[in-house]
């Protein structure tokens, strides 16, 4: 089993910068995949960025974050970071991380295995 824990959630204005960690205990091994999703009330959760933790940690954005989300990891710590800069209003959502094993179908919430609890960011204009 492995828990994932996000951290550094809150509300921020539009412009500002913001850190999300999601931080992996348990069997880690059995883990080699992170993606970061998101859900705004009414709409479906989707993936906007991942990280390959191997393979030389190849990273996938959404076209809508990219440029201003980076996603890294620090494998001493079993941890992924999310850089969030120049927030949007529309960037407000509860965000996930979430981990699998390989990268078969990863960008469908279904075929994670293990997710965090979520952690809210609002965006104010």
């Known amino acids: 089993q492995v828990q994932l824990v996000e951290s550094g959630g809150g509300s921020v204005q539009a412009g500002g910068s913001l850190r999300l960690s999601c931080a992996a205990a348990?069997?880690?091994?059995?883990?080699?995949?992170v993606c970061w999703f998101r859900q705004a009330p009414g709409k479906e959760r989707g993936w906007f960025a991942a990280i390959y933790t191997e393979s030389c940690s190849t990273t996938y954005y959404t076209d809508y974050v990219k440029g201003r989300f980076t996603i890294s990891q620090d494998n001493a710590k079993n941890t992924v970071y999310l850089q969030m800069n120049s927030l949007k209003p529309e960037d407000t959502a509860m965000y996930y991380c979430?981990?699998?094993?390989?990268?078969?179908?990863?960008?469908?919430?279904?075929?994670?295995?293990?997710w965090g609890q979520g952690t809210q960011v609002t965006v104010s204009s």
């Open positions: 348990g069997d880690t091994y059995s883990i080699n995949f």
């Open positions: 979430a981990a699998k094993y390989g990268t078969t179908g990863w960008v469908f919430p279904g075929r994670y295995n293990y």
